[in-house]
């Protein structure tokens, strides 16, 4: 029997492990833990044997998103404490169990942070990101954040040898944009993006590869406005300054756009979705509320608009936005903002809060050889 050892803290959790006498894999990891919000801390544990269906892999890049730092704020709604984070990952696999042959160990890959029933009515019908009892790595059940994890082999997607661990680790939030994208058939339509963060940067990107005509965002920040126009965007608004629903005119006609995307996610950005779209067209709600929404329904009826969401990803999508960047149809390099040793995760989010209108993504180097 071995115990986890602490290192700053945590509670002790004993374990029984398997030796582990593969080259190369050492007995104990390091795991990061917050513990409540705004305090992390790390502790040495067994590294974890797989099961027959798992593989085990060496954390390479962890992406730091906005639901992150929700629960370090602790105002995300489905998370308790403490809690292993980590989601948005890139990893290498060091061994597999007796049934996982579909990789090789040595393979590169990303990993869909989804954990599904397969029972369910929607999990029945191939749409398992709207499962009944849907959990996710690194919020309701433990995430990557340690120097191994293991992993069910069908959650690994192989990425390509040119593709950086850096970019791998942005697969996931460009799965979620490329999922909202899908939601309307955008081939030469006009799209509007409500919120110039991460997703919504990724998402201008996205309805250009998809075939969007035209794809107008807006943010009050200059700095990401920029940004925007740098990658993807063909036109940007800044609301601070100036009236959205003018300059949807000026942009796209009277006729106005076919769908806006509200990536921002507040009573603000979907009230002027609703009262600025043209009559009869769509709505679809990426961004995830923090509180209960007070919306104009009057206006919504009144227009006939269709209010449509988007939930995560499906394996396609991480496929789809592998594809995409693989064919340089979608930049992940310049929304890389800093990076942060693993054993500096708090300072990672000290710095987000301290440099929130410049801060797209932030990445911990778990394995800082890779």
């Given at each position: 029997m071995m115990a986890?050892?602490?290192i700053t803290g945590a509670s002790v959790v004993r374990q029984t492990i398997v030796k582990?006498?593969?080259?190369?894999?050492?007995?104990?990891?390091?795991?990061?833990?917050?513990?409540?919000?705004?305090?992390?801390?790390f502790r040495k544990i067994p590294v974890p044997v797989p099961g027959p269906d798992q593989v085990l892999v060496k954390i390479k890049r962890i992406g730091i998103c906005?639901?992150?730092i929700h629960v370090y704020h602790g105002t995300h709604p489905y998370t308790n404490y403490p809690v292993t984070q980590g989601h948005e990952v890139s990893a290498q696999i060091v061994r597999r169990g007796r049934y996982a042959k579909k990789y090789e160990v040595g393979q590169r890959i990303v990993i869909e942070p989804q954990v599904f029933c397969g029972h369910c009515y929607p999990c029945l019908h191939g749409k398992y990101n709207l499962c009944e009892s849907l959990k996710v790595m690194g919020f309701q059940t433990t995430g990557t954040a340690s120097e191994y994890f293991a992993v069910?082999?069908?959650?690994?997607?192989p990425i390509p040898?040119?593709?950086?661990?850096?970019?791998?680790?942005?697969?996931?939030?460009?799965?979620?944009?490329?999922?909202?994208?899908?939601?309307?058939?955008?081939?030469?339509?006009?799209?509007?993006v409500l919120g110039c963060g991460p997703i919504g940067i990724l998402l201008c990107q996205a309805l250009k590869a998809f075939g969007a005509s035209q794809v107008l965002a807006t943010d009050i920040s200059d700095y990401r406005l920029h940004l925007a126009k740098t990658v993807g965007a063909d036109n940007v608004v800044n609301t601070k300054e100036n009236d959205f629903g003018t300059e949807l005119v000026k942009c796209f006609g009277p006729d106005k756009a076919d769908v806006i995307y509200d990536c921002a996610g507040n009573d603000v950005s979907m009230n002027s979705a609703i009262r600025n779209a043209r009559k009869g067209s769509t709505i679809i709600?990426?961004?995830?509320?923090?509180?209960?929404?007070?919306v104009d329904l009057a206006k919504l009826n009144d227009s006939e608009l269709d209010l449509n969401t988007t939930m995560m990803y499906r394996h396609e999508d991480y496929e789809d936005a592998i594809r995409l960047v693989g064919e340089g149809r979608i930049k992940l390099k310049p929304l890389m903002s800093c990076h942060f040793a693993f054993g500096d995760y708090l300072?990672?989010?000290?710095?987000?809060?301290?440099n929130k209108e410049t801060t797209m993504k932030v990445l911990i180097d778990v394995d800082p050889d890779a």
């Open positions: 986890s050892e602490e582990n006498t593969e080259e190369n894999v050492p007995e104990l990891m390091i795991q990061e833990v917050m513990t409540s919000p705004g305090e992390i801390t906005g639901s992150d069910d082999e069908s959650k690994c997607t040898p040119q593709m950086t661990y850096d970019e791998g680790a942005m697969i996931e939030p460009l799965a979620v944009t490329i999922h909202a994208a899908k939601r309307f058939d955008v081939k030469g339509k006009k799209a509007v709600l990426v961004a995830v509320f923090g509180k209960m929404a007070t300072k990672a989010y000290q710095y987000i809060d301290a």
